[in-house]
Every structure is written in C-alpha cells, then in structure tokens.
C-alpha cells in the first residue's frame, strides 16, 4: 500500500517553532489531500491542518495564524510550519494521506504514519 513516515518532533519553548514532513511512499497513484492530526492525553483526535492536491488548506481554528501546511506534490510530501507554539499545542502529531495506488487495478487507499511527538514547555 502507501507507508507514511514522519519527522521533525521534539521539544520546545513556548513561543518557538517547529517544522514536521511527512514523505509517502509506494506505489503511489495519486494523492487528493494530506492533513496532519494530533491527539493530547485524554482527549481526542483532532484535525491540525489539511490540504488538497489543488494546495487548498483548512485549519483547525486554535491554529490559525500560527501553522502553515504545505506540500510538495513531487516529493510526495507534506509539511507543518509550527510558530508560536504554546503548551497546548502539546501532543502525538500523525500524517493522513487519502488517494489511489497501483496494483493490478487502482485502488483508493487511507494511510496514517506512526506519529510524532511535539511538546511545548512553559
């Protein structure tokens, strides 16, 4: 299928940045969108940032203005400015990509990388 590997977590200051990339790989047909999630103890998985082959974003409102996602549709990459980062913005980062891949037929596909974790100090 499409493997998704993440990169670029760690930890940081309140007020300072972070840059995550997400690289599929496969036998890649097509990707339509790419988004990044996170997930914080005790709660649930929420929408970060996503974007459509078209370069189209959508932004979770807590992070308007502070992350920007990208894509390079070449590398099959997708990536996440993070500025200004705060406390709660602390949690497992994963990469979502939905699209088609090759086998004898193309089929759609729904993959999530392993996650990565992003936390921010006060």
């Known amino acids: 299928q499409v493997q998704l590997v993440e990169s670029g977590g760690g930890l940081v200051q309140a007020g300072g940045s972070l840059r995550l990339s997400c690289a599929a790989s496969g036998r890649i047909f097509s990707i339509n969108a790419m988004g990044w999630y996170r997930q914080a103890p005790g709660k649930q998985r929420e929408l970060v940032a996503s974007i459509t082959s078209g370069g189209s974003t959508n932004y979770a409102d807590s992070v308007k203005g502070r992350f920007t996602i990208s894509r390079d549709n070449a590398k099959n990459t997708v990536y996440l400015q993070m500025n200004s980062l705060k406390p709660e913005d602390t949690a497992v980062y994963s990469c979502?990509?939905?699209?088609?891949?090759?086998?004898?037929?193309?089929?759609?596909?729904?993959?999530w990388g392993q996650g990565t974790q992003v936390t921010v100090s006060s």
């Open positions: 979502n990509a939905v699209g088609k891949y090759l086998t004898s037929r193309v089929l759609d596909f729904d993959s």
